[in-house]
């Protein structure tokens, strides 16, 4: 299996557990911005923390700081009438991904999504994660907020983030405008080493990196021989994948999966159940998280690979959208990484045993089995069948 990752070394990441700390660093970044500031989200929310976003962006506009920011048309759908009017007039560029025409669209290309959460402050500092611009907290679990992670970046890794972020408004301005943008300026260097970790940038498109993301997870899968612990969102991983983790599980490492216990979209979490008797089955641990909303797409493996990104593992994520994860080799962040999920799974998840599982009521089952059937048919008619 070929390694589709370009490494860099020298850089300094910092985890940032959920929104209560990935904001502040966000709005210190665009408030002390002087070159630059671009912002990629799949979801800016017209509530408390997205005002507040936009309200720093605009703050920088007005200060003479070029601000792009780019949404996706779906994610974003009320962003369009809300809050896009008052960027635009204060002087912050926006973009459209795939602006949504229609609510009852059934196209095939509608699923091609911009999913990824990327910012790039001044060429020089960076954040890759899986947190939307919106609130944490959310009416059902007023105490504790949504779960997800980002990490903020300095160092080397932010030249092929900034290249990538660039690139990818370019081609959308082409989409929206139907002529050719002005060029936009180079990324900003020199980048010189600044930090001890070792880490790459590793996307997922529609053209040249169609597989790169699944492709880093089997790497390492395959590799690991102590311990692969997965917290992700929404887990719906193809064949290959499945066969992977319970290989590992047999020849003796210790595969972890913390998945949602509470979910905003039942049909891809019915559906995920579909699959727990064949991981419970192969001795894999499977951990559901009831403490509040799970939206995280990280992972350890043998306490030193780590990745933190946008990237469900499912096929919506690793065959259709836009995405970006970081990739990490450095054994002192995977640890803390680690750490963090220790805590998450001790005080809000809930370990599943066969025992329990099969205590399900018949329903219960029935309706993961019919919500499988129902994805696997929605990827299919999107032209994504086979072994995945």
Do not use: C
């Amino acid at each position: 299996m070929s390694d589709p990752l370009a490494f860099q070394e020298g850089n300094a990441i910092t985890l940032l557990e959920t929104g209560q700390e990935y904001f502040p660093a966000l709005e210190e970044a665009i408030a002390t911005a002087q070159v630059s500031i671009h912002l990629e989200t799949y979801i800016f929310e017209n509530d408390r923390v997205g005002r507040r976003i936009a309200q720093a962006l605009m703050t920088a506009a007005g200060r003479g700081i070029p601000v792009r920011v780019l949404v996706d048309g779906f994610g974003s759908r009320a962003f369009v009438t809300n809050l896009l009017p008052l960027l635009q007039t204060a002087g912050v560029r926006v973009l459209i991904y795939r602006r949504e025409l229609s609510t009852f669209s059934l196209r095939r290309h509608r699923l091609r999504r911009l999913h990824r959460k990327l910012a790039v402050i001044d060429g020089k500092l960076a954040f890759v994660g899986g947190i939307n611009i919106i609130d944490d907290f959310d009416a059902a679990t007023p105490d504790h907020p949504r779960h997800d992670y980002a990490v903020r970046i300095h160092g080397p890794l932010v030249e092929p983030l900034q290249t990538n972020v660039q690139r990818l408004w370019r081609l959308v301005s082409w989409a929206s405008l139907q002529r050719r943008p002005p060029p936009l300026p180079p990324p900003t260097g020199p980048f010189p080493a600044v930090g001890p970790i070792r880490a790459a940038l590793v996307v997922r498109d529609n053209l040249r990196h169609r597989r790169d993301i699944e492709e880093a997870y089997l790497e390492a899968i395959h590799k690991a021989r102590r311990e692969i612990v997965i917290a992700n969102a929404y887990f719906l991983p193809g064949l290959r994948f499945r066969q992977a983790l319970v290989e590992a599980a047999q020849r003796g490492v210790r595969v972890i999966l913390l998945l949602q216990g509470r979910s905003d979209h039942p049909l891809q979490h019915y559906a995920s159940r579909a699959l727990y008797p064949h991981f419970l089955a192969n001795g894999i641990e499977l951990f559901e998280y009831r403490r509040s909303f799970l939206h995280a797409k990280v992972a350890v493996i043998d306490l030193y690979w780590a990745t933190v990104g946008s990237s469900n593992i499912d096929p919506f994520s690793l065959l259709l959208a836009r995405e970006a994860n970081v990739v990490i080799q450095d054994g002192e962040f995977s640890r803390s990484l680690r750490q963090r999920l220790e805590l998450a799974i001790n005080e809000g998840a809930r370990r599943l045993s066969p025992a329990r599982w099969k205590r399900q009521p018949l329903h219960r089952r029935m309706t993961s089995w019919l919500a499988y059937q129902l994805v696997r048919l929605a990827i299919g008619l999107a032209g994504y069948g086979g072994r995945h």
